[in-house]
């Protein structure tokens, strides 16, 4: 599997260079020289990061897997407060951020369990093996627009008066979703493991952790609409201006994202990849088009933040139920 990995990586790393005359000078500025090839070479190293630590949930050596993704968190943090501390700028902090990507070859040197779960094989052929990381790859760049990216996503849907009054806006989705979305990102690979187990219960294993993320949405919604805006006050004061109701359906909002996160770990865990894909791509394009619509801009944050992930899980749970009901198959 490391294998694999290191070989999707390094294929990402060549397209990025190959395309960086179209992207690099706007986005990588006077640096480019320098952060084009660290880009790169991050995506390689990256790239065996990720297979690792697949590796190691597949294999449910989780006491490696819980080392590996700590290590890595706590190695890039310390490294960037570092950087900031010695004042080496935006060039030396971007670095950094770049070789905790490679911290994974410290455990190949020292931890025999490391070693033998990069060592292992896929259960699949290489090329369908390959297919199905296509398809993942598809979806964690619609993740990454509809999580990560989402304001710059609302930049280029927004006018220039709206987005100078949105600050307390971008800081109010921050601070809703990061509760719920960080941990349950940090652990999607536990999650895989535990729904890989489940498999033959079909769509009941997903019964009681989405309603338990519903469960938190209602009553983080409730508590975010009564003391939301005396928290940003406190927090913030004189800075932000954020209304109770926007707050509430932001931390819903968040909710709905878990629930989506939850029901494609479900679908990647019974093997239908198209459908996980599927679910993730037709979420961040209804949230495109939700922002698009002529509604004052917090109207439609909150119903951009609510119709995709509402989608996307509708998808998810029908090829779920789809996949459960179908006949199995009859081998010749």
């Not at 598809?138 to 990216?149: D, F, K, R």
């Not at 037709?282 to 801009?297: K, N, Q, Y």
């Amino acid at each position: 599997m490391l294998t694999n990995g290191l070989l999707v990586g390094s294929i990402l790393a060549v397209l990025i260079l190959a395309s960086s005359w179209t992207w690099a000078p706007s986005v990588l500025g006077s640096s480019t020289l320098w952060l084009l090839p660290t880009l790169a070479l991050a995506a390689v190293a990256y790239s065996g990061h990720s297979a690792l630590a697949g590796a190691s949930a597949g294999a449910q050596e989780w006491t490696l897997y819980s080392q590996l993704m700590s290590a890595e968190a706590v190695f890039r943090l310390t490294t960037v407060g570092c950087s900031v501390l010695l004042g080496v700028g935006l060039l030396g902090l971007e670095f950094t951020c770049a070789l905790a990507a490679a911290l994974w070859l410290a455990f190949l040197l020292l931890s025999p369990t490391a070693r033998g779960a990069a060592a292992a094989r896929a259960d699949v052929p290489r090329p369908l093996y390959l297919q199905q990381i296509g398809h993942a790859m598809l979806s964690s760049s619609a993740t990454a627009a509809l999580i990560v990216g989402f304001p710059v996503i609302l930049s280029f849907t927004s006018t220039a008066q709206e987005l100078a009054s949105a600050g307390g806006l971008l800081l109010a989705i921050q601070l809703t979703r990061a509760p719920i979305m960080v941990p349950l990102q940090a652990f999607q690979g536990v999650a895989i493991a535990a729904f890989v187990n489940q498999r033959n219960r079909g769509i009941r294993a997903l019964y009681k952790p989405a309603a338990l993320f519903i469960a938190v949405g209602v009553a983080g919604g409730i508590a975010a609409g009564l003391l939301g805006p005396w928290l940003m006050e406190l927090l913030f004061p004189g800075k932000y201006e954020v209304p109770a109701w926007l707050l509430a359906t932001l931390t819903f909002d968040a909710a709905l994202m878990a629930v989506l996160t939850l029901t494609g770990t479900a679908a990647l865990a019974v093997g239908i990849h198209r459908a996980y894909s599927i679910g993730w791509v037709s979420g961040t394009a209804v949230s495109i088009l939700c922002l698009l619509l002529p509604l004052p801009l917090s109207v439609r944050t909150a119903l951009a933040l609510a119709a995709g992930p509402a989608l996307g899980s509708a998808i998810h749970v029908a090829s779920i139920v789809r996949r459960s009901n179908a006949p199995p198959a009859v081998s010749a």
